[in-house]
């Protein structure tokens, strides 16, 4: 049986991480509120039909059907939203949650992107104005995290 004292380096290790996965935590919540309102603008400027039962052939077609100015309308409204996720995360976590969340983000728009026959031009802007997104918040949650005195990592 052995003895491990506390110290404050495993100190610092255990706030570290509850710090960091409370900033994963809240920057999903701010993304997923977020990620709810464009979704309810979208179904607000184009709403299911009344017969509509949610069966994936159905969704394609409602998808196809969009008008490009909703689509137009939702890239930087997503945009937006991966900002937000992935400054949160880097601003009270650190840089390994920032790119983890942009990284989820990321693998969400792509999945629907592949999923739903979206117009080519949505499928290029859509991932790049996520991408830009996430880089600027990266940079920003960084940059403030460097200068506010201490360093997050």
Same mark, same amino acid.
Do not use: H, K, N, Y
């Given at each position: 049986m052995s003895y491990r004292p506390t110290t404050p380096t495993s100190a610092c290790?255990?706030?570290?991480?509850?710090?960091?996965?409370?900033?994963?935590?809240?920057?999903?919540?701010?993304?997923?509120?977020? !990620?709810i309102a464009v979704e309810l603008f979208s179904s607000v400027v184009h709403p299911f039909p009344p017969d509509f039962d949610g069966t994936p052939?159905?969704?394609c077609a409602h998808v196809a059907w969009y008008p490009h100015w909703v689509l137009a309308a939702v890239v930087p409204m997503w945009g937006g939203t991966a900002f937000v996720g992935t400054w949160i995360a880097g601003r009270f976590g650190n840089r390994i949650s920032?790119?983890? !969340?942009?990284?989820?983000l990321l693998a969400a728009v792509t999945l629907n992107l592949v999923m739903l026959p979206y117009p080519l031009w949505f499928k290029i802007s859509?991932?790049?104005?996520?991408?830009?997104?996430v880089i600027v918040a990266y940079q920003a949650s960084c940059n403030e995290t460097s200068s506010g005195g201490g360093e997050h990592g």
């Open positions: 290790d255990m706030s570290t991480a509850i710090r960091v996965f409370g900033a994963i935590v809240g920057a999903i919540a701010a993304s997923f509120a977020l !990620l052939e159905e969704m920032a790119i983890f !969340l942009a990284l989820l859509q991932p790049l104005a996520i991408l830009i997104a």
